[in-house]
């Protein structure tokens, strides 16, 4: 596609329950990047793909959350149990190369609120 | 780990010039990027060094010192377009893929 593509845009869930954001990368990126950004605050890193090669998920908070992807496509970022402090910005990333001097696409985000 | 520090909150005049720091902290550096955010949209890509000194791109400038851990990102002839909130990012060497960690951001208010 032309951008990268988050949904839902908006998401309110209640405590406890579950919840699955989607990514949509910009076609032939092969590098995808989940963040989380806090009300006022920068961008907290959660989880990196880069093609078929094992993610990079230091970020990732706590055993709640995981993410998957599919070779160079679609990205899933699941987030179980959720709890009032995981209401947040959920930003997505695509970039084309391992290493690149453009940094990355964003997509628009999906709003999580947690009641 | 990595540390990057930039101020909260910036106010300035419709066509000043104001100056955004931000400092940083890194065990191996491979290149240093601006973006900017409006409200609820998503980080836009402003800038990228990788080197010493100034790079200029219309109205906004970046300026590197690797030996200072130093960068600051120049906007001249400002427009109310122009309120947003700036972060700064660096990407480690060490680090694996193209991963940036990014500072908390500045805002910016520009007043008529």
């Known amino acids: 596609g032309a951008g990268v593509s988050q949904s839902p845009s908006n998401k309110v869930t209640e405590k406890g329950k579950d919840v699955e954001l989607r990514c949509d990368p910009i076609?032939?990126?092969?590098?995808l990047y989940w963040y989380r950004q806090r009300l006022g605050q920068g961008l907290e890193f959660l989880i990196y793909f880069q093609g078929n090669s094992a993610p990079d998920k230091s970020g990732l908070p706590s055993d709640r959350f995981s993410a998957e992807r599919t070779g160079e496509s679609v990205s899933t970022l699941t987030i179980q149990r959720t709890q009032q402090e995981d209401s947040a910005v959920y930003l997505c990333?695509?970039?084309?190369?391992?290493?690149?001097?453009?940094?990355?696409?964003f997509g628009s985000g999906t709003r999580l609120t947690v009641v | 780990g990595q540390n990057i520090d930039q101020p909260t909150e910036m106010t300035a005049t419709e066509g000043a010039i104001v100056q955004i720091n931000c400092t940083y902290q890194t065990s191996g550096f491979n290149g240093l990027f601006w973006y900017q955010q409006h409200a609820g949209e998503a980080p836009t890509f402003l800038s990228y060094n990788v080197l010493d000194g100034l790079e200029e791109k219309g109205r906004f400038s970046s300026f590197l010192s690797r030996s200072k851990g130093y960068s600051y990102l120049l906007l001249k002839e400002l427009q109310m377009k122009d309120s947003a909130s700036y972060l700064c990012a660096v990407r480690d060497s060490k680090a694996a893929g193209n991963k940036l960690t990014f500072g908390g951001g500045t805002r910016v208010l520009v007043k008529p």
């Open positions: 076609s032939g990126h092969t590098a």
């Open positions: 990333a695509s970039s084309p190369r391992d290493r690149v001097i453009y940094g990355y696409t």
